[in-house]
């Protein structure tokens, strides 16, 4: 009789957050670069996550402004001569 939903009390920090309007307007090209030319650019990322789920996950957290700038200073760092290795969404 206990299935997963059982002790649930409204409070799983798990589940996903929702995006803010602007956040959810940020994230369309992403979504749009996901679907159509992330396939083709393939998997030579310097960083872990990558810079599209980093992104959406910048805009889920912090909302469009903030989570907007994360990406946008994300972004720049993603060079030849930049850095490299695991850079997750700060808290």
Partial sequence: MCGPDAHSHGTDSAAP???TPLAYV??????????????????????????????????RRHGGIKGGWLTFRRVLRCHPWGGFGVDDVPK
């Fill in 26 to 59: 940020l994230s369309l090209p992403i979504r749009a670069y996901r679907l159509t030319f992330s396939s083709y650019v393939g998997f030579n990322c310097r960083y872990d996550p990558t810079c599209s789920a980093y992104a959406m996950e910048a805009l």
């Fill in 17 to 19: 957050a929702r995006m």
